[in-house]
């Protein structure tokens, strides 16, 4: 496999993705399905992730179609007016098939999966050109639903064994893919080996699921793991995965999935980690982003500083400006590795993502600590093709917390201010919303003041001076404010 990495000029969600698999003469059809019909999928938090569909909107590229749930009244059009959605593209929307009147609004498979509810407004077999799905996450089940009104999708491995962290781990030796110190648990008994390990520290480790997304389906361990530690955690992971279970619609029993008296699923062993700390200073907590082609070429789409909680939670993030010369070079050898190993062990080509840490030693020697794969485009990747679009020199891509219940776009302009909405990136800035929390449907909107965003800007001090206008408004950036 060709390891040479250079810098990936210009991106799409659809159009590189069905290069690099080396498809010709197809629509792409983009779709965040971060919930489906079939348990081995990430699993994600119900009433969370599943609006993440509509961050493809404002990334699609011209002759591409993306599918999302319904938007907010006025946000397609808002999008129109300042150039988000070229000529040549098109947006399906779908109705969520959920009870946005009741006090408990179904949020999982299949009522708020797009691809579960797209059949009603598009069949795609009766079109002349071969129209070929690119969605987020991959499986039997996907590939069923899609054929089954005439899409074609990727010949790949599933997503759960390519996302997988276990799995991951297990090959990073042969692979040369250098990790964060941890170990698999699979049975009660590997938990005293796990206890007496070296990296079990003051630092603290964290407990995770193999499959989780987006920080979902992590537990911190404060301060050296004991074994009782390891277990409350583990109960709480468990009581996390059986809340989206009751969301969705599977063929398998939460109790048969996981048994309660086993430490972990069958096929889904959970994965003790240190916490980067570990080397005695602040960690720099990264991410890197890249396209593999079929022909094993692999390209950087860039680096990137992650945002997330105290407790590990996804918030967003945003581009090195000025990474060192020894932190890209260290990033891009991991990359490689990855690379490589998805090509070969999951037939993986297209976006995909490393998360990472960065140590240095005494010596001042740099390392790269991998983290986790994401194999498929993560929230990172439309922002990227967002910033091309409106010529942006820098973002920050972040969620939003607000008091303002939004129910149609001018909702977000009272809380952005107009100023913003409509602005100039290479001026006073331009503030995108990407997705937002309120659920759409024929019964009205659920309406929430949440939402993620993208800000565009000069470079980081002219986003974060944006983002300091808009906490005197009364955003703010993280659930933990």
Request: negative net charge; contains cysteine.
């Amino acid at each position: 496999m060709n390891t040479a990495i250079d810098t990936y000029e210009r991106l799409s969600l659809g159009h590189s993705i069905l290069e690099a698999n080396n498809i010709v003469n197809a629509v792409p059809v983009i779709m965040g399905n971060y919930i489906g019909p079939n348990h081995e999928m990430p699993l994600p938090w119900p009433s969370g992730d599943w609006y993440l569909c509509q961050t493809f909107v404002p990334a699609v590229s011209t002759c591409e179609k993306v599918v999302c749930n319904t938007l907010i009244p006025g946000l397609k059009d808002y999008y129109k007016e300042i150039g988000a959605l070229p000529k040549g593209s098109e947006v399906i929307e779908v109705d969520p098939r959920t009870n946005i009147l009741s006090n408990n609004p179904e949020l999982g498979f299949p009522s708020t999966d797009p691809l579960a509810m797209l059949g009603r407004v598009a069949v795609f077999g009766e079109l002349e050109k071969r129209h070929v799905l690119c969605s987020t996450f991959d499986s039997k089940e996907v590939s069923a639903q899609a054929s089954s009104i005439g899409l074609d999708t990727l010949d790949r491995t599933d997503s759960f064994l390519s996302n997988h962290k276990a799995r991951l781990r297990r090959d990073a030796l042969d692979y040369d893919i250098a990790m964060l110190p941890g170990t698999i648990l699979e049975e009660w008994c590997d938990l005293a080996g796990a206890v007496n390990s070296k990296w079990n520290s003051k630092q603290g480790t964290w407990l995770k699921f193999p499959t989780g997304s987006g920080g979902d389906l992590v537990q911190k361990i404060t301060g050296i793991a004991t074994e009782d530690a390891i277990k409350d955690a583990r109960d709480e992971l468990r009581k996390y995965v059986e809340i989206a279970f009751d969301a969705g619609s599977f063929d398998t029993k939460f109790s048969d999935f996981w048994p309660i008296d086993q430490l972990c699923p069958t096929d889904f062993p959970l994965v003790l980690e240190a916490d980067a700390s570990i080397s005695g200073e602040a960690p720099i907590n990264g991410s890197s982003q890249f396209i593999t082609d079929w022909q094993g070429n692999t390209r950087i789409i860039g680096h990137f500083t992650q945002i997330t909680t105290n407790s590990g939670e996804y918030l967003g993030n945003e581009p090195y400006s000025d990474i060192d010369d020894s932190l890209r070079l260290a990033a891009e050898k991991q990359v490689a590795n990855v690379a490589r190993y998805n090509a070969e062990k999951h037939n993986y080509f297209g976006i995909a993502a490393i998360d990472w840490f960065a140590t240095r030693d005494y010596n001042g020697e740099i390392s790269v600590l991998v983290g986790e794969l994401n194999s498929r485009p993560t929230a990172n990747t439309p922002p990227v093709i967002i910033a091309q679009k409106f010529g942006a020199a820098h973002f920050v891509n972040i969620n939003a917390y607000t008091q303002q219940p939004i129910d149609k776009v001018e909702n977000y302009f009272d809380v952005i201010g107009k100023d913003l909405a409509f602005g100039d990136p290479r001026t006073n800035g331009l503030v995108l919303p990407q997705a937002f929390r309120s659920v759409v449907n024929q019964q009205g909107v659920l309406s929430s003041p949440n939402f993620k965003m993208v800000v565009l800007g000069q470079n980081s001090s002219h986003c974060r001076d944006i983002m300091g206008k808009l906490s005197i408004k009364g955003v703010q950036f993280s659930p933990e404010q």
